[in-house]
């Protein structure tokens, strides 16, 4: 099928074109816990789903300048919050130690480029600050959350949205090896990370809040899985 197509398919049925994209990259990004190539296959294709969208629908799913430069300040730090609090709440739950899903942030990239420390720590900086907000949210709070609002209002998008961020997850942490523990503390964790990012992405108008966002929380985390 032609991007034309698919495009054709996403105007006359945005919600059905949205579910078959969104299962595929699932299915992918979940089987990335087996396979490192996946992984990197997973991120490239998670932002190529905007190629379903009509051009001149792009700013409706948040490919646009921002809306509220003061909504960006305040929603950002509410994602920083969500962010901070769920780290506090895992480490009392879990401890910090292989049953905390975000002391396995690091290893995920040390199984990117094993035995390279120095190439490990610029792949995290890059990837979580830049890469993996810019691909996520164009794909998430962009192109799903505005087809769920347009069918269910946006209350609804964020919830639904930000779980199926959660979901998709599992393709990162908690599956390889099995941990039930790890699984439990990830996804509330990443589903409340997900209602604050769809929270950002409401207010300021933009995908740009919500990469901003997510970009500035990711790196902050990372600081303190780091220096735990």
């Known amino acids: 099928m032609t991007a034309h197509a698919i495009r054709l398919r996403y105007q006359t049925s945005p919600l059905a074109t949205c579910a078959v994209m969104f299962a595929i990259l699932a299915v992918v990004r979940i089987a990335g816990a087996f396979s490192v190539p996946l992984v990197v296959v997973s991120v490239v294709l998670t932002p190529l789903v905007v190629a379903a969208v009509p051009p001149s629908m792009r700013r409706d799913v948040g490919l646009r300048g921002l809306s509220s430069a003061r909504g960006l300040v305040s929603t950002v730090a509410l994602v920083v919050l969500v962010y901070a609090a769920t780290a506090a709440a895992c480490a009392v739950a879990f401890g910090g130690g292989d049953d905390n899903w975000i002391t396995w942030i690091p290893r995920v990239f040390?199984?990117?480029?094993?035995g390279a420390?120095?190439?490990?720590a610029i792949a995290m900086l890059i990837c979580l600050g830049i890469l993996v907000p810019v691909a996520e949210e164009v794909c998430y709070r962009g192109v799903l959350q505005h087809t769920l609002q347009r069918r269910f209002g946006?209350?609804?998008a964020v919830i639904l949205t930000a779980a199926a961020w959660a979901f998709v997850h599992m393709g990162d942490y908690g599956l390889n090896p099995l941990n039930s523990l790890v699984l439990a503390g990830m996804l509330p964790s990443v589903f409340l990370m997900g209602v604050a990012l769809g929270v950002c992405r409401l207010v300021t108008g933009s995908v740009v809040g919500s990469i901003i966002a997510q970009g500035v929380a990711n790196l902050l985390l990372l600081g303190w899985v780091m220096l735990a």
């Open 154 to 156: 946006p209350a609804a």
């Open 117 to 120: 420390p120095v190439a490990t």
């Open 110 to 114: 040390e199984e990117l480029t094993p």
